[in-house]
């Protein structure tokens, strides 16, 4: 079956941490082991909700502030300086968009409801895809089969006709699931290889 879509997630893909000097400082400062940081930011109950519209950001580091008790100040450098290394791959973003208009594109998050404003917003990512999809806006997270299907739906094609690049293999065999053709990020180029691959054999 013909492609008609692609799909791509944000945070992991274009967007990545490429730096984490000011991470592991941090986990030295709060006697973390390295990645102790990011567990506590991501992985809390507090982050889930968020992630299905049922929490804040707000939420998420105040969960962090009351684990390592930090005061407004510190816990505001801490937030600063936990994005500090997070870097938009221009050029990624840039292939995703010129796949327009033979292609119908997306982004499929799962992200915090202050995800729009920062992925239109602040990145201007809006501009190279035709629709986002965010799960705290859904209530649908990946891996669930139901996003997918939506992200689909909102593209006008149906999932076999979609191509769906992510960095977690648990979100790769949620896409597979339900038909489309996923691709685990590994880099920039490995990515962008795999993708025009993918698209030259559907044609």
């Not at 684990?67 to 870097?87: H, M, N, T």
């Amino acid at each position: 079956m013909p492609i008609r879509a692609v799909i791509f997630d944000w945070g992991g893909v274009l967007v990545r941490t490429f730096d984490y000097t000011s991470r592991r400082k941090w986990e030295a400062r709060l006697n973390l082991a390295p990645g102790g940081l990011e567990e506590v930011v991501f992985d809390s109950d507090a982050a889930r909700r968020a992630m299905v519209g049922d929490a804040t950001e707000t939420d998420v580091w105040a969960h962090a502030a009351d684990v390592f008790r930090l005061a407004p100040e510190p816990l505001e450098q801490l937030k600063i300086d936990f994005w500090s290394g997070d870097q938009l791959d221009e050029a990624l973003v840039r292939f995703l968009s010129e796949l327009r208009p033979q292609y119908r594109t997306a982004i499929l998050s799962n992200a915090w409801p202050n995800a729009r404003e920062v992925l239109a917003g602040r990145l201007g990512l809006h501009r190279a895809v035709d629709t986002m999809v965010i799960s705290a806006e859904e209530r649908l997270a990946k891996p669930d089969e139901r996003i997918y299907r939506l992200a689909a739906e909102r593209l006008g094609v149906r999932p076999e006709e979609a191509v769906f690049v992510d960095d977690l293999s648990v979100n790769i065999d949620g896409s597979r699931a339900v038909g489309m053709r996923g691709i685990q990020f590994l880099s920039r180029e490995q990515a962008i290889a795999d993708v025009t691959d993918c698209l030259g054999q559907a044609t």
